[in-house]
C-alpha cells in the first residue's frame, strides 16, 4: 500500500466531513437570507416605532368548564401599579440584570451571540425553540407583539428592541420591563409583586427579597415562593450568584444572603382568593405562554377550558372525607384524560386553612415513593425483562459502592420473587437490585419519556421514589401507561375567544408514542393485579378495570396513589404543605399509600365513573419482545417461563 493510500481518510471520515461542509453552507445561506429579510423588515413599516402602542387595559378575563358554567375569573390590570425608578429598590434592577440579561447595559437591544445561538438551534429544529431573548426583547414582546413562534416574527421583535434601544435610554427601558413583567399570582409589574409575596412596597425590597423576585418571571408558576418554596430558595441563590459574578454584591454579602435559609414571606390577604386558585393558575400560565403577557393583563377574554365541573367538585368530595379535622394534612387530585391529555381534574383541600395558597398540583415538588417504581418496571420490560418470569431475592440489600442500605417497608422477605409480585407487594429490596440492572440513566430517560419534566439525578435510589416531582408530572406517567404508551402533553385551554370576537382554538392533543404498546401493556397488567391482590385493593372500584400503584415515602411525610381506568387517570397526594411532617397520627393511625390516599381515589372515581359504561384495557397490537434477562445482567437470581 502507497503512503498516499495509507494518508486517505476513512469512507466514514469524509462522509462526514461531506454533511458538516453541505450543513455549513445550508446555515451561511440561510444567515444571509435572514440578514436580508432583516434588512427589509428594518426599513419597513413593520418595524416603525411611532406605530407603536401598547394594550390598552380591559376587563377581567372569564373562565368556563366544559359544561360552559362559569368556574372563575383571571383579572385584568387590577393588581398592577406602575412606579417611577425610585420607588424600586436598587437591589430588583441590579438582580434582573444579573439573572436575566447580563450584558444590558453594553448591547443596542439585542446580544448578537445569544442570537446566533439561537438561530443555530432554530434552524436545526427547524421551528423556535431557543429564545436569545434580552430584556428590552422581553419589553417588545410583552408590549407590543404576539407571541407566534416563527422566525420572521423574531426578526420584527430584534428589529423592534434594536430601534428602541436607540430611542430610549437603558433606564427607562428598564423600568418600563419591571413595571410590565409577569411575577405570577395575578402580579404585573414590581409593586404588585413586592405587595404580592411580602407585603411592602417595591422601595423596601431587602437584597433577598429582590432575589426571590427576580428569579420569578422565568418561570411564575414552578418557582412560586408560596406555592414551591423549596424551588424559589434555589432559584433566589441562582439570581444571589449572579449578582455576586457581575460584581452588584460583595463576597460578604453574598455569603450573608445565602446563610439566611428562610425567604420571609409575607403573603398578601388577596392572594388566593378565588375558590379555584390551582386551575386558574394553571390555566393563566397557559395563556401567558400561548398569547404573550400583554394579551392577558389587557383581559376581556372568554376562556374555555377542559376542566369538568362535575368531576371537580367529586375529587374535593372525595378529598374532604378523608382530610376534614383543622389539624389534617393537605390533599390534592389531578385528572387527566389519558387519549387527548386534556385536564379534567385541579383539586385540593386544605384543612384549617382559609384559603388555598399552595399550588399543590403543579408546583409542589415532593418524593414519589413507590409510586416510580412503574416507571422502573416500564424501563426494564422495554429491555426484554418478563415480570412474571424474572426473579430477584427479597432480602436486606446493601450496595458498597455507595453504601446503600435497603429493606422492606415491614422487614419481612419472601426469599426469590418475581418482579411482578413484588411490584404488588412493593418490594424495595427487589426494585433496589433491578435499578441497578437497569440503571439510572435508563430510568431517568424512562420518566422524562412519560412525562415527568421536573429534573431528576440519575441515582439508584430514584426506582425508589427519592426524587421529587409534581403530581402533575406523575399524572402524565400513568396516563401515558393508560394510553398504550402513547404520551399527550397535558392542556386546559380548549378555545379562546377575544374581545374583538376572534376565536382561536387553544390547546390541541399534542401525542408522542414513548413506548411500544406490548410494554405499556405489560405494565398495566402488573397494575391491574396489584388493584385485586396487591397493595391497590383498597383503589379497586368493583366491576370497574383499573390499574395503579401506591406510595409511601420515609417517615410518613408523603402518601400517594397514582391510577387509571381505559378513560381516566387520577393522582391523589396527601401532606403538609408547609414541608415534610411525619404523618403518623392522623385519625388515630399513620398515613401511607394503601390508606387515605387508596380511598381518596375509590371514591372519586366512583362517582366520575357513574354513568358510564365499562370495559377492558385496549390490547397490544405487536406481541412481547422478551429476552432472556438473566443471562445478561448481575443483580438477577433466576428466570422461567411462567406467564400469569
Known amino acids: 500500500m502507497s503512503p498516499k493510500q495509507r494518508r486517505k481518510p476513512p469512507r466514514k471520515t469524509r462522509r462526514l466531513r461531506r454533511f458538516l461542509l453541505i450543513a455549513a453552507v445550508l446555515v451561511v445561506l440561510a444567515l444571509a437570507g435572514t440578514v436580508a429579510y432583516g434588512l427589509n423588515v428594518y426599513y419597513g413599516a413593520s418595524c416603525d416605532l411611532s406605530a407603536l402602542k401598547p394594550v390598552p387595559q380591559g376587563n377581567s378575563s372569564r373562565v368556563y368548564g366544559v359544561n360552559g358554567s362559569l368556574i372563575g375569573v383571571l383579572p385584568a390590570v387590577e393588581n398592577r401599579t406602575a412606579v417611577a425608578r425610585g420607588e424600586i429598590s436598587p437591589w430588583l434592577p441590579k438582580a434582573t440584570v444579573a439573572i436575566e440579561d447580563r450584558r444590558f447595559y453594553q448591547e443596542g437591544g439585542i446580544d448578537p451571540i445569544g442570537i446566533l445561538r439561537a438561530f443555530v438551534d432554530d434552524l436545526w429544529a427547524g421551528h423556535i425553540v431557543e429564545g436569545g431573548s434580552t430584556i428590552t426583547q422581553e419589553l417588545v414582546r410583552n408590549l407590543y407583539l404576539s407571541r407566534e413562534q416563527t422566525v420572521q416574527r423574531k426578526v420584527v421583535e430584534a428589529c423592534l428592541a434594536i430601534k428602541l434601544a436607540r430611542a430610549w435610554s437603558k433606564d427607562r427601558i428598564l423600568g418600563a420591563y419591571l413595571n410590565d413583567v409577569y411575577y405570577g399570582a395575578h402580579a404585573y409589574g414590581i409593586e404588585a409583586a413586592a405587595e404580592t409575596y411580602f407585603s411592602v412596597p417595591a422601595s423596601k425590597l431587602t437584597l433577598e427579597e429582590a432575589a426571590v423576585l427576580a428569579g420569578l418571571p422565568q418561570a411564575p408558576s414552578f418557582y412560586d415562593p408560596l406555592s414551591n418554596p423549596r424551588a424559589a430558595l434555589a432559584r433566589r441563590d441562582e439570581v444571589l450568584r449572579a449578582l455576586r459574578a457581575s460584581g452588584y454584591i460583595t463576597q460578604s454579602q453574598y455569603d450573608t444572603a445565602v446563610r439566611d435559609r428562610s425567604l420571609h414571606l409575607r403573603p398578601s390577604p388577596v392572594y388566593g382568593g378565588s375558590d379555584e386558585p390551582y386551575f386558574l393558575s394553571y390555566v393563566e400560565d397557559e395563556l401567558q405562554r400561548q398569547y404573550g403577557a400583554a394579551t392577558v393583563r389587557a383581559g376581556g377574554l372568554r376562556i374555555y377550558t377542559t ?110 420473587e418475581t418482579v411482578a409480585a413484588a411490584t404488588l407487594h412493593s418490594d424495595n429490596t427487589v426494585f433496589a437490585r433491578l435499578a441497578l440492572d437497569v440503571g439510572s440513566g435508563a430510568i431517568v430517560s424512562m420518566a422524562q419519556a412519560l412525562g415527568v419534566k421536573t429534573p431528576l439525578q440519575p441515582t439508584p435510589s430514584l426506582a425508589l421514589g427519592s426524587e421529587a416531582v409534581t403530581p402533575l408530572d406523575m399524572a402524565t406517567v400513568y396516563a401515558t401507561l393508560a394510553a398504550g404508551g402513547v404520551r399527550a402533553e397535558p392542556f386546559a385551554v380548549r378555545r379562546v375567544v377575544f374581545p374583538d370576537g376572534k376565536v382561536d382554538p387553544g390547546g390541541r392533543p399534542q401525542l408522542t408514542r414513548v413506548l411500544p404498546d406490548w410494554v405499556a401493556a405489560t405494565v398495566t397488567r402488573v397494575l391491574e393485579q396489584n388493584m385485586l391482590h396487591g397493595t391497590g385493593v383498597g383503589a379497586h372500584v368493583p366491576g370497574r378495570a383499573d390499574a395503579g400503584k401506591t406510595g409511601t415515602t420515609d417517615n410518613y411525610a408523603d402518601a400517594w396513589f397514582c391510577g387509571y381506568t381505559p378513560s381516566l387517570e387520577a393522582t391523589v397526594w396527601i401532606g403538609y404543605p408547609q414541608g415534610e411532617t411525619p404523618m403518623l397520627d392522623v385519625h388515630g393511625a399513620a398515613v401511607s399509600g394503601p390508606t387515605l390516599p387508596a380511598t381518596a381515589w375509590r371514591l372519586f372515581m366512583e362517582k366520575a365513573l357513574a354513568g358510564t359504561s365499562g370495559g377492558g384495557f385496549l390490547r397490544p397490537t405487536t406481541a412481547a419482545q422478551f429476552q432472556p434477562w438473566a443471562r445478561r445482567y448481575a443483580y438477577t437470581a433466576t428466570t422461567s417461563s411462567s406467564q400469569p
Open 307 to 416: 376542566i369538568e365541573p362535575r368531576l371537580q367538585q367529586a375529587a374535593v368530595a372525595a378529598l374532604s372525607h378523608v382530610v376534614y379535622a383543622k389539624q389534617d394534612p393537605a390533599g390534592a387530585i389531578v385528572s387527566l384524560d389519558p387519549a387527548t391529555g386534556a385536564v379534567r381534574v385541579m383539586a385540593a383541600v386544605t384543612p384549617g386553612t382559609q384559603a388555598n395558597t399552595f399550588n399543590l398540583v403543579t408546583s409542589s415538588q415532593r418524593q414519589a415513593g413507590s409510586t416510580f417504581k412503574p416507571i422502573v418496571l416500564a424501563a426494564a420490560v422495554e429491555r426484554g425483562m418478563n415480570p412474571w418470569a424474572t426473579r430477584y431475592d427479597s432480602a436486606p440489600f446493601y450496595y458498597p459502592p455507595l453504601q446503600w442500605h435497603v429493606t422492606t417497608y415491614d422487614g419481612t422477605y419472601a426469599g426469590p
